[in-house]
Nanobody
């Protein structure tokens, strides 16, 4: 059974940085899957903000581009999101998930049940 556990969230001042971690278990071949980070602000839809695809190719939502970096460690079954120059509008619950591009290469689907997410609050 696939399980996703996000960690590393917290309260940070505008301009600060955080690293989120996603530990993946129950996946036979971790390195096979593309992964992404989503976020959902209060009263808002969940949005995909970062994608990491085979070969290290990355795609970022406009809101994250230039400030966020997605990466992975296949030996540890971990996916990371490094966030810099955080802004109040980055406040959200952040989720990771495997990505499935088989139906639409521009709009991947989350593969598995969602974890609990990591709360990131950017406030002075």
């Amino acid at each position: 059974q696939e399980q996703l556990v996000e960690s590393g969230g917290g309260l940070v001042q505008p301009g600060g940085s955080l690293r989120l971690s996603c530990e993946v278990s129950g996946v036979d071949d971790f390195s096979f899957y593309a992964f992404g980070w989503y976020r959902q602000g209060e009263g808002k839809e969940r949005e995909l903000i970062a994608q990491l695809i085979d070969g290290g190719y990355t795609i970022y939502a406009k809101s994250a581009r230039g400030r966020f970096t997605i990466s992975r460690d296949n030996d540890r079954n971990m996916v990371y999101l490094d966030m810099a120059n955080l802004k109040p509008e980055d406040t959200a619950i952040y989720y990771c998930n495997g990505l499935d591009y088989s139906d639409d290469r521009y709009s991947p689907r989350a593969r598995w049940d969602w974890g609990q997410g990591a709360q990131v609050t950017v406030s002075s």
